[in-house]
């Protein structure tokens, strides 16, 4: 397998992991919380007193970014290579490592590797670790 290097792109890369920066900067900074989305969006689930408009305009901002997107540029073409059962298995096993290690990519990779937090690179690798070993599986050892 090699880097697509023709349709690396980059300065949007940056962008985006920019943009990403800011966004949970504000949030811990305005908040005082941390940007983690499978604790935000499992907070609407539970919702407490005066908590929730907080999280539904964040969730609603991760959905509607794609039509502002739009404004300026083609959602760039997507391509899924798993079937349906293998989406549903992946959801599935994302929410139980979501659980088990006590967040998600977004809140231990992003805010709490910046807050240096050794409980967030625990998880963060364990996360990595975790999805090369899925790759290797079904793309080599049991294609």
Known sequence: MQADWNHFTPFSALLGGGLIG????????????VAGISGIVGGLLKPRAGDWLWRAAFALGLLLAP?????????PASRVDAGWGELILAGLLVGVGTRYGAGCTSGHGVCGLARLSP????????????????VWLLRHALA
């Open 22 to 33: 800011l966004a949970a900067s504000l949030l811990a900074l305005a908040n005082g919380r």
């Open 119 to 134: 409980r967030s690179l625990a998880a963060t690798l364990c996360f990595m670790a975790s999805g090369f070993a899925s």
């Open 67 to 75: 039509s502002v997107y739009l404004l300026w540029m083609p959602l």
